[in-house]
């Protein structure tokens, strides 16, 4: 039996984002595991599923590593699973790694989908070095932590002529935004892109020097944040 890794746009429709093989597969599923079951039958109801007749189980991050397991059962009775992240591509950035991690444990096969990732989207459109990069999460959320790790990111940066990727919880944007003009060299240059796949979504990238004229004001818009320090 197979668990399938779904991604969920955050803007585009299911028929937008996924391919038609995927949208056949999706509507074939009746057992799925997701962060939020509300959300996620509101997605498989836009991708052409009938949400009544599924299954759904939750995974979030307030689940007990323990509890986890268990969400594999159907793949056990026989029945292909389906995970879903709340946005963006299960198990990256995503409490859907466990569910990954047990299912290779106990010998299942793992699928996942063609769709979009807000990381590699924004890396495409940032004009930053797509050579080397690394992903490297949330940063931490105490701002002096949070300063410290932005030095690390941007001296291994510099470094290695490789783009820092990470991502912070919406409502810490705008500080994350201070942090890094405080703390970045000003010929360091950061890309902001925000509201991918959305009608919104936006993609700037400048030097710190020049965000410093003009600071941008995210808000709690989901927001993916790279950074390249000049390479000496």
Known sequence: MILYAIPTPLGATPAESLPASALERIRELKDFVAENPKTARGFLSAAGAKPRDLSISELSEHTAPADVPALLQPLRDGRPLGLLSEAGCPA???????????????????????????????????????????????????????????????????????????????????????????TCASSTRLCVAADLTMASESVTTKAIADWR?????????????????HHR
């Open 92 to 182: 990256i950035a995503d409490p859907g790694a466990q569910l990954v991690e047990a299912a290779h444990r106990e010998g299942f096969r793992v699928v996942p989908f063609v769709g979009p990732s807000s990381i590699t989207l924004a890396l495409m459109a940032s004009g930053l070095e797509g050579q080397r990069f690394a992903f490297c999460g949330y940063l931490p959320r105490d701002a002096s932590e949070r300063t410290k790790r932005i030095r690390e990111l941007e001296a291994r940066s510099r470094k290695e002529a490789e783009t820092e990727i990470f991502i912070e919880t919406p409502y810490r944007n705008d500080a994350m935004v201070s942090s890094l003009l405080e």
């Open 213 to 229: 004229r003009s600071p941008p004001s995210i808000g709690k818009r989901p927001a993916v944040f790279l950074l390249l320090a």
